[in-house]
């Protein structure tokens, strides 16, 4: 039982009937421990992935032939609501932050988070909004007054979400369960960030912090900044459907686009705040497969700052359509064009990294090699949409659907996927299948290149998003074939994924405490870690802790 | 034993530390997720029933009183048992090598490059170059140096692209100032991002700003011009362009290169005899050995 998962643990013990089940989950559900908590976001966001990854293939299957008749309109715009909601929301924001509550402890020292209590409530509150915005397809037809599940868009536009054109409870739905989610994700940033400000073990400066702590630091900063102006909006809708308040009401003095700013003002950061966690597993994994010290330590770490305040000022791009007259537009193009500097400094010092290195292709960095690559074509359609003429033509089409999945899914799904088997044999004691893993990596890469590098032509032959049908003779219907033959695709390398997730938890090979060779402070722990993760309290001298501790002849503190 | 890569975790004592046989922990407790509950049910009422509101209203008071008293007047911790023997990190696996440790493990290349001032100087310089060849095309075909700053002042008017070329070839101080602010901040980026690439192409730098850079800024930009505006890709004449974009890219690939470089934190490891320039870097003897 030395290598068993706590997981593992309870589910053995319960089979065996040592345990009864209630008990386990009680255990589960009463627990303050930051790896049991983080463990848990990650299965309620694989949960939320499977959910909102069946919506999605529905909509392409809907959309792979032209007149088709699959599901109804109706149903298809409560399809794209609940999979860009659940996939932003309930699987992106839990599972990188799961990541960060198992990691962050562990890479700077520390027993557990700052506030274990305030941990697992954010967690709960997090799972129950994620549990309301489902139930409303439970309550459909007016069951306790419930309407169907949302269709209003994950954006949710005013006016569309006013009483009068979103009749029902459906919107309500949406309002809520994201205020609930939010309450847990500023709380989870709370406790990051007093984590890693007050709990590093001794020697652990903010110089030696690893980059992963430092992006979730960042990130969760962002979080405090890019909630509150979601929370505000969606209480302000709720007072405008509820007790006749007129904020985006434009028939009473009230501004639909005040929404906008509201909700952009959340929403761009929140690119960021999705993909600077997938950064930070990007900068864990290259250099320990590349056997180099990560380039630019000090470069990186500005430019995740730099990316930090820029994002913030970057929200009304998303709102070129809406006329902001060319001053604004002049602001906003040029905002979002200077965020390319810090992100083009990342890029540049990984590949720095990877440079002379003696490159391991391990499944975890194949799938960072990926994320490479398709990141830097996300960042170009990124730029190009950031020229508002560009935008103003395309901003209603398949191009933008295109260009966000292919930052969504191409950089950070990717970049998830190889935290997955890196950090799988911490959690488990075990390895993941590299034979599974090289299936699931290039399923899911011929996967996503058919469904979003096509996605962009339909969009520059004017298909508009979020239609339900189209007519044939437009020339969309081959690309739209291919899309969805392309997510079938996706969806095999994903059953790959979840076989392998699974399977490798009874079978795989056992991993021992530090099967990379790695050298950051959680591998010093055993796999899976004890509760209290390190017996004695670590003490560090530079910013690859380990390799001092391999290497006491060359130690890395000499050099720092 | 530190030779195989086992490591062992009484190493990380630094004198003070002791192998404690108990830590304190806090305490499993059910109230913050009978709280959440408890909110989330508040909420949740206001779409199906009061009743369902008042359910999580006495959740949340409970769970608040029990939270309480966990935390107050001292946090419940609970004692959990330390594995009290030297815990020897290593792979038990057989069936696969663990990742091999090369001399470049350390290694970061180059071990000297240029600061970020550089670009930003380099950027200034190819952006004042960059004027002369605009500046002529504009004389020459236009008879106006004004025609070439209000062409570009142009991408920040809109309405400005349908104007008449002789409105172009006047002076507006507000095409001025907008032409100024545009091309000097994107002259400075683009020298940071020179002065980011440039350590990667040490061997042919001004090749690489000169030429390479410009034919392919010039080659994304002639793609979608046509599409983000179709009057500004009609008026640019793209000889010219390439020929500025070349001159922006030399002079600011000269001025870099003056530029004293700094030196990485691999300099610092190198022999005192290659740093002083005695010897020539010979940086992989030292992990060589190992």
């Known amino acids: 039982m030395a290598n068993a998962t706590p997981v593992m643990e309870a589910i053995d ?31 309620l966001a694989l949960i939320f992935l499977i959910v909102a990854g069946i919506e999605a293939i529905l909509m392409r299957i809907q959309l792979a032939v032209p007149n088709n008749h699959f599901i109804s309109p109706q149903v298809f715009n409560q399809l794209f609501t609940m999979h860009g909601t659940t996939m932003v929301f309930f699987m992106g924001m839990p599972i990188l932050f799961g990541f960060g509550n198992y990691l962050v402890p562990l890479m700077i020292g520390a027993r557990d988070m700052a506030f274990p209590r305030l941990n697992a409530f954010s967690f709960w509150i997090s799972a129950f909004g994620g549990l309301l915005l489902y139930f409303s397809y439970f309550g459909a037809s007016g069951l306790y007054g419930a309407g169907s599940a949302p269709d209003v868009g994950w954006f949710a536009y005013a006016p569309l979400t006013a009483k009068v054109f979103s009749p029902g409870h459906s919107t309500d739905y949406w309002t809520l369960s994201l205020l609930l989610s939010g309450i847990g994700t500023i709380g989870t940033a709370l406790n990051i960030v007093t984590t890693t400000i007050c709990m590093r073990c001794r020697g652990m400066t903010m110089m030696r912090l690893p980059l992963l702590v430092w992006l979730f630091l960042i990130t969760s900063c962002m979080v405090f900044i890019a909630i509150g102006p979601l929370t505000a909006a969606q209480i302000m809708l709720t007072l405008d459907r509820y007790i006749g308040a007129h904020f985006f009401d434009t028939q009473a003095g009230g501004s639909a686009v005040l929404w906008m ?51 913030l000022s970057v929200w009304a791009h998303h709102m070129f359509t809406v006329g902001l007259g060319a001053a604004g537009n002049t602001f906003f193009v040029f905002a979002t064009m200077v965020i390319s500097v810090p992100t083009g400094i990342k890029i540049f010092n990984w590949l720095a990294t990877i440079w002379g290195g003696k490159i391991h292709f391990a499944t975890p960095m194949i799938f960072c090699v990926g994320f490479l690559f ?61 034979t599974l893993g ?29 239609i339900y049908t189209y007519e044939a003779g ?22 790959c994924f979840i076989f392998n997730l699974i399977r490798s938890c009874f079978r795989g090979e056992i991993a021992g405490h530090d099967p990379w060779d790695a050298w950051t402070l959680e591998w010093a722990t055993p796999s899976p870690p004890p509760s209290y993760n390190f017996a004695i309290e670590p003490t560090v001298h530079s910013r690859r802790p380990l390799w001092d501790l391999k290497h006491p002849e060359d130690p890395d503190s000499d050099y720092e | 034993m530190e030779e195989d890569g086992v490591i062992q975790q009484q190493a990380q004592e630094d004198g003070n530390s002791t192998i404690t046989e108990a830590v304190q922990l806090p305490a499993s407790t059910p109230w913050p997720m009978v709280l959440a509950l408890g909110v989330a049910l508040m909420l949740t009422g206001m779409v199906t029933h009061w009743a369902v509101s008042l359910l999580g209203f006495f959740l949340m008071l409970r769970a608040s009183w029990g939270w309480f008293f966990q935390v107050l007047p001292h946090d419940h911790h609970i004692s959990i048992p330390v594995q009290a023997e030297i815990l020897v990190i290593t792979s038990t696996r057989t069936t696969r090598e663990r ?19 550089a670009g930003i100087k380099g950027g200034i310089a190819g952006g004042i170059a960059m004027t002369v060849p605009a500046g002529i095309f504009s004389v020459v075909r236009y008879h106006s140096f004004w025609y070439a700053v209000n062409l570009l002042a142009a991408g920040g008017f809109v309405s400005w692209a349908g104007q008449t070329d002789a409105f172009l070839g006047q002076f507006h101080l507000k095409g001025l100032l907008a032409a100024s602010a545009i091309h000097g901040l994107t002259s400075i980026l683009i020298g940071l991002l020179y002065g980011a690439m440039l350590p990667m192409f040490p061997r042919k730098p001004i090749l690489t700003a000169g030429f390479i850079a410009p034919f392919l800024w010039t080659g994304i930009l002639y793609s979608v011009l ?23 890219g030399l002079v600011c690939g000269f001025v870099v290169n003056l530029q004293v470089k700094v030196r990485t934190p691999q300099f610092r490891a190198l022999p005192f005899s290659v740093r002083a320039g005695l010897h020539g870097d010979h940086s992989d003897t030292k992990d060589g050995k190992q």
């Open chain 1, 13 to 43: 013990e319960t089979l065996a009937g040592k345990r009864p089940v209630f008990e386990v989950v009680y255990e589960w559900a009463t627990t303050v421990d930051h790896k049991k908590i983080g463990l848990m976001y990650i299965f």
């Open chain 1, 261 to 311: 700013h509201y909700f952009w003002i959340f929403g761009h950061p929140e690119v960021y705040i999705l993909v600077l966690p997938a950064f930070a597993f990007v900068n864990e994994i290259v250099p320990v497969f590349s056997r180099k010290a990560i380039f630019g330590y000090p470069a990186m770490v500005a430019a995740t700052v730099a990316i930090g305040f820029i994002s």
């Open chain 1, 374 to 434: 398709q990141f830097l074509i996300a960042g170009l359609t990124g730029i190009m949409l950031s020229a508002a003429p560009f935008d103003w033509q395309l901003s209603a089409s398949y191009f933008v659907v295109a260009h966000f999945h292919y930052v969504l899914v191409g950089a950070i799904v990717f970049a998830l996927f190889a935290a997955f088997y890196y950090w799988y044999p911490k959690v488990t004691g075990r390895m993941m299948s590299e």
């Open chain 1, 438 to 466: 090289k299936w699931h990596f290039w399923l899911f890469l011929i996967g996503f290149h058919l469904t979003f590098d096509f996605m962009h032509v339909p969009g520059l032959l004017g298909m508009p998003r979020r």
């Open chain 1, 474 to 495: 437009r020339g969309w219907e081959m690309w739209n074939l291919i899309v969805g033959i392309g997510a079938i695709f996706q969806v095999v390398g994903t059953v």
């Open chain 2, 99 to 117: 990742l091999p440790e090369g001399f470049m493990h350390r290694k970061i290349i180059p071990i000297e490059t240029f600061s970020v001032t």
């Open chain 2, 226 to 248: 046509g599409v983000i505006s179709p009057i500004l890709n009609a008026r640019i004449d793209w000889l010219w362009f390439v020929l500025s974009q070349i001159a922006f």
